[in-house]
């Protein structure tokens, strides 16, 4: 017994050196992240084309030998060889390459994106040539309201997101700017614009109460992609992935909504003006009919658009064995769902208010200020 306690002591006085011998022995280094740089770069040469199996399925995938050169960056002038098994090249293209460098000295090249600049750049040109062309001042007008649209997001919404504060509550704010800003900028200061406005407003605002109901009821966390789940690590957790979504969904109203506001506060106008007679009652319900007609093309545009950008997901759904039930109880379903009915449900909201208000703010005034009728700039 003496001779089992003494080693039990030795042992447990040793044990701290141990510890600190094989901590000793981790080189940080291999935990360090690798050396990314990306730069611009032609193909020079193609060779050794071959089709391969994709391990563990019945796909076939394209893989190729590129030498390449590279065009800019600390690596500009270098010619480098590696096999490509992403979007196969030919000889003359130009491309992002991707140099990975790790802490031990090892390096891999890999193709990361063609280049579409260009492409990007020629579409830019043609927009901005129509509109000029067929637009005119309000075509102008309508693309310094978009500027100031994509300003006020890049500039006053991600920073606020990003620095931690309630993206439900920098969301509503930064959309009653864009509505404010986009449709005086747009349309002038007269009281149809204004009224548009006030519609436009209390449209987001109980469409917002809407979907913070939807969000918060049908348990959705607001991980559906990848691209989340790297925003919540890089960001260490300080973005509310739901307030994110929940402003996504307010954010994609702000389009169509503006629309639909703009054409129902002129379209109350051009009543009074055609028919002075008219009482606010006879106004707003000739002005709902035309504005039901507005909402069956809206709703059945916004839900394709949603349904187009989710054909992946419907594939998925026609292959899977699960019941229709449960993939679309599914979180990746579910959250679209909200996205498309909340959207149409604030496109519904907006016909009515925005009547109602236009149609009290535009009663009985002898002088009008002239509107633009160009109500879809």
Do not use: C
């Not at 293209?93 to 750049?121: Q, T």
């Not at 579409?123 to 300003?151: C, K």
């Not at 990003?162 to 007269?190: D, E, R």
């Not at 579910?334 to 604030?346: F, K, N, P, Q, Y």
């Amino acid at each position: 017994m003496p001779a089992l306690r003494i080693f039990l002591s030795l042992a447990f006085l040793a044990a701290p050196f141990l510890a600190y011998a094989q901590e000793a022995e981790i080189d940080p280094a291999q935990f360090a992240p690798d050396q990314e740089i990306n730069a611009k770069a032609r193909v020079v040469s193609v060779s050794n084309e071959r089709t391969v199996p994709v391990p563990g399925s019945n796909v076939e995938e394209k893989e190729q030998t590129l030498t390449v050169e590279i065009l800019n960056g600390p690596e500009q002038g270098q010619t480098v060889t590696f096999e490509n098994d992403f979007t196969q090249l030919e000889p003359g293209d130009v491309f992002y390459a991707r140099h990975l460098i790790s802490p031990d000295g090892s390096e891999m090249w890999s193709v990361s994106e063609p280049y579409r600049l260009h492409v990007l750049g020629a579409l830019l040109a043609a927009f901005l040539v129509l509109l000029f062309l067929f637009g005119g001042l309000q075509g102008i007008r309508g693309l310094a309201s978009l500027i100031g649209s994509l300003f006020l997001i890049f500039y006053l919404l991600l920073p606020g997101i990003y620095g931690g504060h309630s993206p439900i509550l920098i969301s509503i704010g930064v959309s009653s700017l864009i509505i404010i800003a986009g449709s005086y900028v747009t349309h002038g200061f007269n009281r149809a614009t204004s009224s548009a406005v006030l519609g436009m407003i209390a449209t987001v605002i109980v469409t917002g109460l809407a979907a913070y109901w939807a969000v918060n009821a049908g348990s959705l966390s607001g991980f559906t992609t990848e691209t989340n789940v790297y925003l919540n690590f890089n960001t260490e957790g300080r973005i509310s992935m739901v307030g994110l979504l929940f402003g996504g969904i307010i954010i994609g109203l702000l389009g169509v909504l503006y629309d639909i506001a703009i054409g129902q506060a002129v379209a109350v106008d051009e009543l009074y003006r055609a028919a002075p007679h008219l009482s606010r009652v006879e106004a707003y319900r000739r002005g709902l009919r035309i504005g039901r007609e507005h909402i069956g093309a809206l709703v059945n545009t916004l839900a394709i658009a949603y349904v187009g950008a989710s054909l992946p997901l419907l594939l998925l759904l026609q292959q899977s064995t699960s019941g229709a039930a449960y993939i679309v109880n599914g979180e990746l379903f579910a959250t679209e769902i909200v996205r498309i009915l909340i959207g149409s449900i604030g496109l519904i909201l907006a016909v009515p208010l925005t009547t109602l208000i236009a149609s009290r703010m535009l009663y009985g005034i002898e002088s009008r200020e002239p509107v633009s009728a160009h109500t879809h700039a």
